[in-house]
């Protein structure tokens, strides 16, 4: 057991506002706002922020939101002395509302909850480091031991988190990601909304084995979903940045709809692909801006 100490509540959420900020988000759009009260942190979707031919339901949005939660999360649990829970919609699915981090002073705590809090608080440094690095990685395999490491970090999110291994299925997901890029590039929309926004142009997939393809997938397909999805990718991002790792998402065949039922289809899943990343190392890459904490903080 551990004693209380002196909690200073509104330093710790104002921290972990701070912290959700620097999460990272569909072409880095940063669709959320945040809303500091006493006791407790909101995290809000900010509609206007998604794009609406790029992500027309909202699916990438709100798994950049969970990313944000995720980094909260894992502040908060640096606070020695906190209590932390935390309300996914608790006004409901279909509110702007996607999460409340309540913050209360902890008389004890169990070796339990201790392990699990420490835990997160072991990926506070991460969030500083971690990188989306869309440069090619070096020819080296990640150690099948630290890809265990990442799948547990994702069912620790409720999540199902798999190295796409076999040639077959590595093939088919090059095939399908030049698809659904081809489709995306054609569309006049798609390329507008991306260029107003960060100007990246889609990651091509190699079907050969120099680079270390994961995909994190959900039982279901629902706003719930989206947002746990969020939280587990940005678990595992933090957990391989820890490592010296960096990714790169590939999500031109998760952006078109039929192309994504078709993956499903071609890798033989049951789960509902949420995220595709590479993952590796490469020549280090500057962190991207963010907007400032006065821009999407309101205090109640």
């Not at 609406?52 to 990313?67: E, H, K």
């Not at 291994?165 to 030049?178: G, K, V, Y």
């Not at 490469?282 to 999407?296: C, D, F, K, M």
Request: one cysteine or more; aromatic letters at 6%.
């Amino acid at each position: 057991m551990t004693t209380a100490v002196h909690l200073d509540t509104r330093a710790a959420l104002w921290r972990a506002a701070n912290r959700a900020r620097w999460a990272p988000s569909i072409h880095n759009t940063q669709p959320w706002r945040l809303r500091l009260h006493r006791d407790a942190l909101d995290l809000h979707l900010d509609p206007e922020r998604i794009l609406p031919t790029v992500d027309p339901d909202g699916r990438q949005a709100l798994i950049s939101c969970g990313c944000a939660l995720f980094n909260a999360r894992v502040s908060l649990a640096c606070e020695e002395g906190a209590e932390v829970t935390v309300a996914r919609f608790p006004e409901g699915t279909d509110s702007t509302l996607l999460a409340r981090l309540h913050l209360a002073t902890r008389s004890a705590e169990d070796a339990f909850t201790r392990a699990t809090r420490l835990a997160l608080a072991d990926l506070d440094f991460a969030v500083a480091v971690r990188r989306t690095n869309r440069n090619a990685f070096e020819q080296t395999s990640i150690p099948a031991r630290f890809l265990d490491r990442l799948t547990a970090a994702a069912a620790a999110e409720g999540t199902v988190l798999f190295a796409v291994r076999l040639s077959h299925h590595r093939a088919a997901l090059a095939r399908l990601t030049q698809v659904a890029a081809d489709a995306l590039v054609d569309n006049p929309a798609y390329r507008a909304e991306v260029e107003s926004v960060d100007g990246k142009a889609p990651v091509a997939v190699s079907a050969g084995h120099a680079q270390t393809l994961l995909l994190l997938g959900t039982d279901t397909d629902h706003r719930r979903d989206w947002l746990r999805a969020g939280e587990a990718v940005e678990r595992v991002l933090l957990t391989a940045a820890l490592s010296g790792y960096e990714y790169s998402p590939v999500m031109p065949a998760l952006e078109v709809p039929d192309v994504r039922e078709m993956l499903r289809f071609e890798l033989g899943v049951t789960v509902y692909p949420q995220f595709l990343l590479r993952l590796g190392r490469g020549a280090p890459v500057a962190s991207t801006s963010r907007r400032p904490l006065t821009e999407i903080l309101t205090e109640s």
